[in-house]
């Protein structure tokens, strides 16, 4: 079955140091990727995504992510966090094979700290 | 204008009863989704509609019940409520006929709790 993993629960890093939020899929075919944040009690926004092509995408905010086939894995990154950057983060694969659905990761909760 | 706007907001309730979720995007698109955000922040789909049709259809209760009226509302009707059922509801749009297409537009959510 597919499945997405985000390892990390929380994070918390120190504003204007770098960020690296981890995310791994298990899918049998070709994966659509994508990042969301989620702000407490607002609704989830799209921060970037890749379907094919470049396997570095830039986002909003100076987002950015890497998919890494060999490695199953789509890590998000930004090399200078703001304060406004606390939220929570999810990551959602899809593929054409699985219909029309995304599967979300369980999220990874960021702190930070001035 | 919000794109995506749910009603309630917030809504508590006793066990037994039923309630209605109301949702409405402004954005044109053709697709609209009904995701349930457990108390541990899984997010998962339970019901898609595109241009009225129902395209997906998860392992849901049927006390669950969808219905869109037009291509622009999504409405979520519950009956019988269960305490499992507390969680937040987030209603989601999308341009063309799946998510992975593009772009979700997520509503501010439903808190429903069930006591």
């Known amino acids: 079955a597919q499945s997405v993993t985000q390892p990390d629960i929380h994070i918390t890093v120190s504003e204007g140091a770098s960020l690296e939020l981890r995310c791994n899929y298990s899918?049998?075919?070709?994966?659509?990727l994508f990042w969301y944040v989620q702000s407490p009690g607002q609704g989830l926004q799209l921060l970037l995504k890749y379907f094919s092509g470049d396997t570095l995408v830039q986002g909003i905010k100076g987002f950015e992510a890497e998919f890494k086939r060999s490695q199953s894995s789509f890590n998000l990154r930004k090399p200078s966090v703001h304060w406004s950057d606390a939220a929570e983060y999810f990551c959602?694969?899809?593929?054409?094979?699985?219909?029309?659905?995304?599967?979300f990761g369980a999220g990874t909760i960021l702190r930070v700290k001035s | 204008d919000t794109a995506v706007s749910q009603t309630p907001k917030y809504l508590v309730t006793q066990m037994g009863n039923d309630k209605s979720i109301k949702c409405e995007q402004n954005l044109g698109h053709d697709t609209m989704y009904w995701y349930k955000q457990d108390s541990k922040k899984f997010l998962k789909i339970m019901f898609s509609y595109n241009n009225k049709e129902l395209i997906i259809n998860e392992t849901v209760p049927n006390r669950f019940s969808p219905k869109s009226p037009d291509k622009a509302h999504l409405n979520l009707h519950i009956n019988s409520l269960e305490l499992g059922d507390s969680a937040v509801y987030f209603c989601?749009?999308?341009?063309?006929?799946?998510?992975?297409?593009?772009?979700?537009?997520f509503g501010e959510g439903s808190r429903l709790t069930v006591l």
């Open positions: 989601a749009s999308s341009r063309g006929r799946g998510a992975i297409a593009g772009e979700l537009f």
């Open positions: 899918y049998g075919a070709t994966p659509y």
């Open positions: 959602a694969v899809g593929a054409r094979e699985y219909g029309n659905k995304l599967v």
